[in-house]
């Protein structure tokens, strides 16, 4: 019998959650994180009016959307490019699919997108015989181990050194001896670049898409993208229908935000614009230029007044680095393409609150999330409207319904409160000392496995205030 | 925040329910710090919960009613004072949007206004910091995330702790980090409550402090059932039990 | 693969019947009305009038010390020359320093003067005559501006094209101070008001050599670009 998303996530996060060789190699990576963020943080002056300016930047792009859509559009298709709109992730995959066959495609590199990971664009190439190179270093890694990315910004944060080794030993070339990070890049350096020149094709993400310039954005560190979108004949760019901005002149401070937050530096190192196929008089360039607008569930999410703010998402990671749940059980246990606090927010809406609800609950709603959230989303709150919505459209357990109804009695009736307290403690200070402590008849039981048992005073302190008469 | 609300002289103690039952020192201990600075202190024996139990697990239908009768209980208080941060986050942050459909908005609306967690009573609206406590120990502070986030409560509890007698505060690391209680997310995702409360114990024995206080109770609870498994020396204690502490000099005989 | 006329009239079907629905359900999903979200801090009370756009980023003062700073923090070397003699000197130092091979070279006058002067005795690669080439060892180029704040540079596919800023493990531009701006605001302005991106395809604000820090959060400079980016600073005639 098939597990259900929740059993699954449930399963490995209690694996994982106890993992403490993991947790450890999580700490540092965050902690690594936490101290160039600082340092980030520290070159922008107002750090909390560049958060504002930031998301009233997006609100402007989201509340009018098509506007921004079309703007973008028109000037991509006078410049020669190719524009098309995908209404889910089986259009856009068959699009792709057929542009890259059609063109005689047997070679593919990509750079980090997670629009095409949400779409599943490399199975539906390789099915059609095509070879799909990742080139981002991260997710060039996890693509040979045959994973998803564990983290939307540094997707092989889970691994070491060493069994980066053994990996490139075993599927590149068992001459590596090294386990450096300068020789492992250097290896994967070597094996990627003659990728990049025979690739007939690149596939992009888009960071942003600009509208009154009609460009695309494309932020990296490794120069791949770049690579990508200069060498290969024809390139693709895969993007959400969300990512638009309204002007160039956002980027000022959009690509420092983005970077702060995402991996602490002031700017990323390569900040593209691209907004066609190669000009007439240019030196390089793709001869033809596609840009595929994914919409898979977005133009839903502009309904909900509540949650119209998610799609203001830049997919920076900053909510995943501070987010405890995200650092104990880390990025594969979600089971879905965006992991953490966004990912909680945004796959029911995307994938099915039925399915994905649980992902909602798995949080102590602490709220770090939203603090360090460069656009403002207040997603801890957008994770109890979720768990409302579920509740609402009678996806919640029966028992559970029950639970909270008996509760509501309880609470309205001040002496059945009273007496239901009393009760409770006297049925555990019994069960404890019967020695039944984490049995199955201890109602505590699943506090108990992991903590010692709650103090159980003979007293309420409404009873002790009652008896003094509120002298004590 | 109604920086310039009359300072009262009554405030209506609002008791959490696990704190009613499983801690009743934590009230006690309030009750002894308000009336130290001269607040005489009511406790309306009607009272129950403030529906956050309900409210965070997806069940406003069953949180509103508790709601409106906590608003009905406490609708003349003059303050409402809370030794609980997340059950003044629930008041203040989301009484006003569950009961907006309420006949009892206003009247939500007016008591959210007038409730305190303990630490920003006494620091914002009863203006002081030195209540005449002395705890000659070592303790450490946990940023609670409701008082933290919802309530902005960055320093105040700081203050208080600084003004009490003998006692050394030893900052730990990641002290804002969720301890991992959450309420139903203990009892829904066990393991991983219990691993962030084992990171938490891990910075509160690196800390080396004899103590480990916060704002909220909830999470001493949860962190004392952690560390009393591990065998931890360090003890949790609510803040409000290290001010109501005051040496012999100054014990009344 | 050819399409049989009714293959690509349904084709062109499907394609504008997507783009017709989203458009719809996007439109449709905007008349709901979102109210602003509550001010930061709405349980604070503000005091005093609400100043107009606050200063996010710190003005910059001094551009040239500022570039310089971001430069070392951006593993990016910057060499002030006071004239062309001098230019061509650097230039041909860092192209003695590097392994035999092809060196790329924008076609332009000023760089055309440049490898004149600095005779470098390697066989240059003019970019009339196409994209560097795989084992290009190095890469000579103009920018379109520096920007102070950010240590970068911004280059235009009429900057030699796009690869000239990536294939080479050296990419070496040749800069005057007058082409310094004090931040990516002003960079940015100025593309926007000279139109750049309508005459030119590609454009890329480079803020460093290629780097990744992918394997356990360690720094690795030299990824997939350019090892080393040298900057030519030219602040006299």
Redesign the interface.
């Known amino acids: 019998m098939s597990q259900t998303a929740a059993q699954r996530f ?1 399963q490995d ?2 694996l994982k ?2 993992d403490l060789v993991h ?1 450890e190699i999580i ?3 965050m902690d ?2 936490d101290s160039a963020h600082l340092k980030g943080r520290a ?4 750090w ?3 958060r ?2 930031c ?1 009233e930047i997006k609100r402007e792009a989201i ?4 506007r921004y ?2 703007q973008f559009e028109e000037q991509v298709i006078s ?1 020669g490019g190719h524009v ?4 889910n992730a089986e ?1 856009a995959c068959t699009y792709v699919k057929n542009l890259a ?2 063109l005689g495609v047997r070679t593919v590199v990509k750079s980090k997108s997670m629009v095409t990971e949400e779409i599943h664009l490399s199975p539906a190439l390789e099915k059609a015989g095509i070879k799909v190179w990742e ?4 997710e060039f ?1 996890v693509q040979l181990r045959d994973e998803p990315p564990y983290h939307i910004v ?4 889970h ?3 060493g069994q ?1 080794a053994k990996l490139f030993r075993e599927k590149l070339d068992p001459g590596i001896e090294s386990d450096d ?2 020789d ?3 290896a994967a ?1 070597r094996i ?2 003659q990728a ?2 025979a690739a007939e094709m690149g596939i992009s993400g888009a960071n942003f898409l600009v509208a ?4 695309v954005a494309i932020s990296t ?4 993208g ?2 990508c ?3 290969p004949r024809f390139h693709v760019v895969v993007t959400g ?1 969300e990512k638009v901005i309204p ?3 956002d ?3 959009l ?2 935000v983005l970077a702060t937050s995402g ?1 602490g530096q ?14 007439p008089g ?4 793709p001869d033809e ?1 596609h840009v595929v ?1 994914v ?1 898979n569930g977005r ?7 509540e949650q ?2 998610v799609l203001h998402c830049i997919r920076c990671g900053a909510c995943l680095n501070i987010c ?2 995200f ?3 880390g990025g594969h246990t979600y089971g879905t393409t965006y992991p953490g606090p966004i990912g909680s927010v945004l796959t029911p809406h995307l994938a099915g609150i039925k399915e994905f609800k649980h992902l909602s ?8 999330c ?2 360090v959230c460069p656009v ?1 989303i ?1 997603l801890h709150h957008h994770l ?1 409207q ?7 459209a009678g996806a ?1 357990k029966s028992s ?2 029950l639970i ?2 008996t ?2 009695y ?3 009736h ?1 002496r059945i ?1 009273a007496l239901g ?1 009393w009760s ?2 006297k049925a555990l200070r019994m069960i404890y000392s019967l020695g039944l402590a984490g049995s199955i008849l201890d109602p505590m039981r ?2 108990n ?9 003979s ?4 009873a ?3 008896k003094s008469r ?1 002298a ?1 | 925040m109604p920086h310039q609300m009359l300072v009262p002289r009554k405030v209506s103690l609002f008791v959490p329910c696990f704190v009613d039952q499983l801690l009743p020192e934590v009230a006690v201990d309030t009750v002894k710090v308000l009336r130290r600075v001269g607040y005489a202190v009511e406790f309306p024996a009607d009272q129950t919960c403030c529906g956050q139990p309900a409210f965070n697990t997806g069940y406003w239908n069953e949180a509103r009613p508790c709601a409106e009768h906590f608003v009905r209980v406490f609708k003349h208080a003059e303050a409402v004072v809370c030794p609980s941060g997340s059950c003044v986050t629930m008041v203040r942050k989301f009484y006003p949007e569950l009961l907006a459909a309420s006949p009892l908005r206003e009247d939500a609306i007016a008591v959210a206004s007038r409730t305190f967690e303990l630490s920003e009573f006494l620091v914002k609206v009863a203006a002081v910091t030195q209540v005449g406590a002395a705890f000659p120990h070592s303790v450490t502070y946990h940023a609670s995330c409701h008082g933290l986030r919802e309530l902005h409560l960055r320093d105040e509890p700081l203050q208080l702790l600084r003004q009490v007698d003998g006692l050394k505060l030893i900052e730990m690391v990641r002290s804002d980090e969720c301890c991992g209680f959450g309420g139903t997310f203990a009892a829904k995702f066990p393991d991983i409550s219990a691993a962030m409360g084992d990171s938490k114990a891990e910075s509160v024995a690196a800390s080396g402090a004899e103590f480990v206080t916060a704002t909220d109770p909830s999470c001493l609870l949860h962190l004392q059932g952690i560390l009393s498994k591990r065998h931890a020396p360090t003890r949790t204690i609510y803040l409000a039990s290290i001010l109501a502490q005051q040496s012999l000099a100054q014990e009344k005989p | 693969m050819v399409q049989t006329r009714e293959a690509q009239t349904e084709k062109a079907q499907t394609e504008h019947s997507s783009r017709d629905r989203i458009l719809q359900r996007i439109r449709a999903g905007l008349r709901t009305v979102v109210p602003e979200p509550a001010a930061a801090g709405s349980d604070r009370v503000i005091v005093g009038p609400i100043i107009d756009e606050p200063v996010i980023f710190e003005p910059v003062v001094n551009p040239l010390e500022r570039f310089q700073q971001e430069c070392v923090g951006n593993l990016m070397e910057c060499v002030l020359t006071a004239d062309s003699a001098a230019s061509a000197r650097q230039l041909s130092k860092v192209l003695q320093s590097l392994p035999e091979g092809e060196t790329f070279v924008q076609d332009d006058p000023s760089l055309r003067r440049l490898i004149d002067l600095a005779a470098p005795g390697r066989a240059i690669h003019w970019s009339n005559q196409g994209a560097p080439g795989e084992a290009s060892q190095a890469t000579v180029t103009l920018a379109e501006a520096l920007i102070a704040q950010t240590g970068s540079i911004l280059v235009t596919a009429s900057c030699g094209g796009r690869g000239a800023s990536v294939i080479a493990p050296c990419h070496i531009v040749y800069a005057t101070l007058a082409q310094l701006v004090p931040d990516l605001a002003t960079a940015l302005r100025h593309v926007s008001q000279q139109r750049t991106l309508d005459r030119n395809s590609f454009a890329c604000v480079i803020s460093g050599s290629s780097r990744t820090a992918d394997i356990e959060k360690i720094l690795v400079q030299g990824a997939h670009g350019p090892r080393r980016l040298v900057v030519i600073l030219q602040t006299g005639t």
Not at chain 1, 221 to 224: C, D, K, L, M, Q
Not at chain 1, 459 to 462: G, V
């Open positions: 449930l996060a209690a959650s106890a947790r700490q540092r990576g690594s994180y070159r922008i002056k107002d909390e009016a560049a504002q300016k998301q509340n009018h959307l098509d859509l079309l410049r098309f709109w995908a209404a259009e066959t059609r080139t981002d270093l991260g890694i540094t997707p092989a944060m691994l070491n050194r980066i990070p300068v492992l890049m250097a350096r990627l670049r990049f020149f009154d310039a009609g460009v560190n490794e120069g791949n770049r690579l979108t200069s060498v229908i002007q160039l002149e980027l000022a401070v690509w420092p991996t002031g700017i990323t190192t390569y900040s593209t614009l691209i907004g066609g196929p190669r000009q240019e030196v390089d360039g230029f607008l919409d133009s839903q999410l502009l309904a909900d007044a119209r703010e405890p749940v650092r104990h059980v609950y798995a949080s102590s709603l602490c709220g770090a939203s603090s403002k207040d109890l979720n768990r409302r919505n579920a509740t609402e919640t559970e319904r909270f109804r509760w509501r309880a609470m309205l001040p409160y307290g409770m403690r699943v506090w496995r992991h903590r010692s048992p709650v103090p159980l005073p007293e309420s302190f409404r002790r205030w009652r509120g004590n």
